[in-house]
């Protein structure tokens, strides 16, 4: 199976800051990989696919990068709404393993 | 607009059998993809299993395979997941969720709380 390494695990930033989370796949998964938003006591919310592409309706300080094994998270200017824990996930091949998640907070 | 309703969750005993239902309107399960995805108390999401297609695109998590089994019934746009042999380890919150390509889960439910324990 292919694994994800996700970092780091928790986070705290400030309301208007740069954050920044990495996903590692322990093999080339391509471009074959997805970021998602999860607040508490509610259901995962997709935020990019493909690795860099936004979801409609997602604001646009969320974005994504990568390929291969090396991807990257990034909102621009976090704000209070966007705490929440992150996921990233690969699709290349079955099982389509999650990261361990990053939890954000604010600082 | 799109809803999937997740039931069947409940208090089960270690061993026991579990079917989990997941309702879809605005979105034909037959001709898209729908996975059950869970998520253990305080802890990180897993992917369980995906069904697409004439039923022969069906894949689980290699740890689950054997116990669980995944389903629909196009007549009811509903999507289900059997589970047997059921442990604590299998304590967690499950969704369904459902999407139009591989890969990317586009549309999630509420989830449906599973606690196995005697």
């Known amino acids: 199976d292919i694994q994800m390494t996700q970092s780091p695990s928790s986070l705290s930033a400030s309301v208007g800051d740069r954050v920044t989370i990495t996903c590692q796949a322990s093999?080339?998964?391509?471009?074959?990989l997805n970021w998602y938003q999860q607040k508490p006591g509610k259901a995962p919310k997709l935020l990019i696919y493909?690795?860099?592409n936004l979801q409609t309706g997602v604001p646009s300080r969320f974005s994504g990068s990568g390929s291969g094994t090396d991807f990257t998270f990034t909102i621009t200017s976090l704000q209070p709404e966007d705490i929440a824990t992150y996921y990233c996930q690969q699709y290349d091949s079955f099982p389509y393993i999650f990261g361990q998640g990053t939890k954000l907070e604010i600082k | 607009e799109v809803q999937l309703v997740e039931t069947g969750g409940g208090l089960i005993q270690p061993g026991g059998s579990l079917r989990l239902s997941c309702a879809a309107s605005g979105f034909t399960v037959s001709s898209n993809y729908m996975t059950w995805v869970r998520q253990a108390p305080g802890k990180g999401l897993e992917w369980v299993s995906v069904?697409?297609?004439?039923?022969?695109?069906?894949y689980y998590a290699d740890s689950l395979k054997g116990r669980f089994t995944i389903s629909r019934d196009n007549s009811k746009n509903t999507v289900y997941l059997q589970m047997n042999s059921l442990r604590a380890d299998d304590t967690a919150v499950y969704y369904c969720a459902g999407s139009y390509s591989y890969g990317s889960l586009d549309y999630w439910g509420q989830g449906t709380l599973v606690t196995v324990s005697s």
């Open positions: 069904i697409h297609g004439g039923g022969g695109y069906i």
């Open positions: 093999q080339d998964i391509s471009k074959f």
């Open positions: 493909e690795a860099s």
